[in-house]
T-cell receptor, first 113, second 115 residues
């Protein structure tokens, strides 16, 4: 079974609108962490936001927030007020008690004017 | 500037010709890892290292070797490259002591083509 599932291969959003990128995960560990990375067309991987399994509040970093629903095992990324520069691939990833960071297959976001 | 440096950025080679992709980090991180990225598959871990002289296989280690003789360097070696190793490769590092929420810091990637 997939550990990290991103069901949206591609998403479109208009500039200044908010967009939600979905991520569900599968783990039996009690302690784990969830990460989101951005990969622009230039190829580098940029860390965006982190959510720990014991964190009671949803993580926020500027225009990025993480909608963490532990019972549903979902960790959706919300980007508010989208900008053209947000066009990129977005990867959800999970770290369990092992040291490995497991990635989803990614969602390509395109922001149009 | 804190960074992970990979070289080369682009590499085209032929089947069977040994190659090395270098990776160096200046953040004194204990943990280093190599990933490959393929369309529709996301990033998959090749090898990782918890510290000097300690390396372990990831999910797709076949056809690759690594070494960790110094804390800052973690080269990826392809002894006999094959076309199915054509991919985008990333080196990454992080601290491995609390907080355990430390993110992986990635290099800029190496795009390898094996003909």
């Amino acid at each position: 079974a997939q550990k990290i599932t991103q069901t949206q291969p591609g998403m479109f959003v208009q500039e200044k609108e908010a967009v939600t990128l979905d991520c569900t995960y599968d783990t039996s560990d009690q302690s784990y962490g969830l990460f989101w990375y951005k990969q622009p067309s230039s190829g580098e991987m940029i860390f965006l936001i982190y959510q720990g399994s014991y964190d009671e509040q949803n993580a926020t970093e500027g225009r990025y927030s993480l909608n963490f629903q532990k019972a549903r095992k979902s960790a959706n990324l919300v980007i508010s007020a989208s900008q053209l520069g947000d066009s990129a691939m977005y990867f959800c990833a999970m770290r369990e008690d092992t040291d490995k960071l497991i990635f989803g297959t990614g969602t390509r976001l395109q922001v149009f004017p | 500037e804190a960074q992970v440096t990979q070289n080369p950025r682009y590499l085209i080679t032929v089947t069977g010709k040994k190659l090395t992709v270098t990776c160096s980090q200046n953040m004194n991180h204990e943990y280093m890892s190599w990933y490959r990225q393929d369309p529709g598959l996301g990033l998959r871990q090749i090898y990782y290292s918890m510290n000097v002289e300690v390396t372990d296989k990831g999910d797709v280690p076949e056809g690759y070797k690594v070494s960790r003789k110094e804390k800052r360097n973690f080269p990826l070696i392809l002894e006999s490259p094959s076309p199915n190793q054509t991919s985008l490769y990333f080196c990454a590092s992080r601290i491995d002591s609390p907080p355990y929420n430390s993110p992986l810091h990635f290099g800029n990637g190496t795009r390898l083509t094996v003909t």
